[in-house]
């Protein structure tokens, strides 16, 4: 196998470009990866014009995709070259003190198991690496599309995790800030788990029949009006049982408590990528005492996880695929997409890169 590889990276904040890098090596329990499609991301965005995890250089970016295995360690049980697996954005090190209390995510430290595009090279790469391939890999189910199955990184887990951390129930009234992928996987994912009213909050008009094919009930065009305003009107004063916040920047939390009811809670997944502090309006979150939480979490990894989201695409409970708004053929388009994701350019959702013609797992 080659031992350089061709990568498009992060040279420096600031900066993207196409480089020749080593080929990854594969230790004990990892796995190393071909993409068979790829999906650039927000976050991408923020890591590289914002600086959002600080300065990088030459780190190779992307942490959505799927692949074919090409190699495993000797300590891989479930895997083997030939496999087509999905790959969580998460990757935790599962044997650490953090995942036995519950919070894999953080394993090693604070976000630590955010190890693509952060704290090693990402997948936007001919090649890339997988730790502790038994626990963050899962087998691509028969007939799923390979762009949907990129969903399956980062999209859905973790606007379904913002449903979690809202902890949504049956009949609830939901404000779900932030139309982007993920938070019309947060649409989806508080619709699933019975959400009685959905308001949607964004401006995009495309992103409209998208969100309410997800379950969104009501559509908030925030450039109308002040969004607590028209929130409150439409519910007779009374506000919203659980917010989720999935875009936009620190001032929602200031939203997001003028319209939370008291007991209400917030579920943050949206990558604040610049500024110090978030503020939270003191009167509007009852002087401290009010019972509105604010639940934010980087999104859970692992191979249960994935096979069980991947179950409810398998057996039509959701579709991913209609966030998709480009397809592209080739790895050299990887750049494209990126720049689109950046400029939002032709009312682009999510655009996805396929490596090979052969687009569906067979």
């Known amino acids: 196998m080659a031992e350089k590889m061709k990568a498009f990276v992060m040279k420096k904040i600031g900066e993207v470009g196409w480089i020749e890098k080593d080929r990854p090596a594969c230790g004990p329990l990892d796995a190393i990866i071909k993409p068979l499609a790829l999906a650039p991301c927000t976050s991408d965005i923020h890591t590289v014009y914002e600086g959002g995890v600080g300065e990088r250089f030459d780190m190779v970016l992307g942490h959505e995709g799927c692949g074919e295995v090409v190699e495993v360690g000797e300590l ?25 209390a519950g919070y ?37 189910p028969k007939g799923m599309d390979y762009g949907v199955a990129c969903m399956l990184s980062d999209m859905v887990p973790t606007g379904f995790h913002a449903a979690e951390l809202a902890d949504v129930q049956f009949g609830d009234v939901v404000a779900v800030f932030g139309l982007g992928p ?13 959400a009685g009213r959905i308001f949607a909050v964004d401006s995009r008009e495309q992103v409209i029949p998208i969100a309410k094919a997800y379950g ?14 028209q929130i409150m009107e439409l519910t007779d004063g009374k ?7 999935a875009g936009g920047d620190q001032r929602l939390f200031e939203t997001a408590m003028k319209i939370l009811k008291p007991g209400g809670r917030l579920g943050n997944v949206n990558y604040l990528g610049s500024g110090e502090y978030i503020q939270v309006p003191r009167v509007e979150w009852g002087a ?14 692992g191979r249960l996880r994935l096979e069980k989201l991947a179950r409810l695409i398998e057996f039509g409970k959701l579709d991913p695929g209609l966030m998709i708004t ?5 790895f050299e388009n990887v750049e494209k997409a990126l720049e689109l994701m950046r400029t939002k350019a032709d009312g682009v ?14």
């Open 326 to 330: 480009h397809r592209f053929d080739g």
């Open 349 to 362: 959702i999510k655009p996805v890169v396929y490596m090979t013609s052969q687009r569906v797992n067979e």
């Open 288 to 301: 401290g005492m009010g019972h509105k939480f604010i639940h934010g979490g980087l999104m859970p990894g």
């Open 239 to 245: 506000g919203v049982d659980k917010v989720i916040i």
């Open 76 to 100: 891989v049980k479930d895997f083997k070259p030939g496999d087509r697996v999905l790959v969580t954005a998460i990757t935790p090190d599962w044997n650490s003190v953090e995942a036995q």
């Open 216 to 229: 969104a009930t009501d559509i908030i065009d925030f450039k109308k009006a002040p969004t607590e305003d």
């Open 182 to 194: 993920v938070g019309l996987m947060g649409v989806a994912g508080a619709a699933l788990k019975g």
């Open 104 to 140: 894999s995510m953080h394993s090693g430290g604070m976000l630590a198991g955010w190890k693509f595009s952060n704290v090693k090279d990402g997948m936007f790469g001919e090649y890339f690496h997988v730790n502790d391939a038994d626990g963050n890999l899962a087998l691509i």
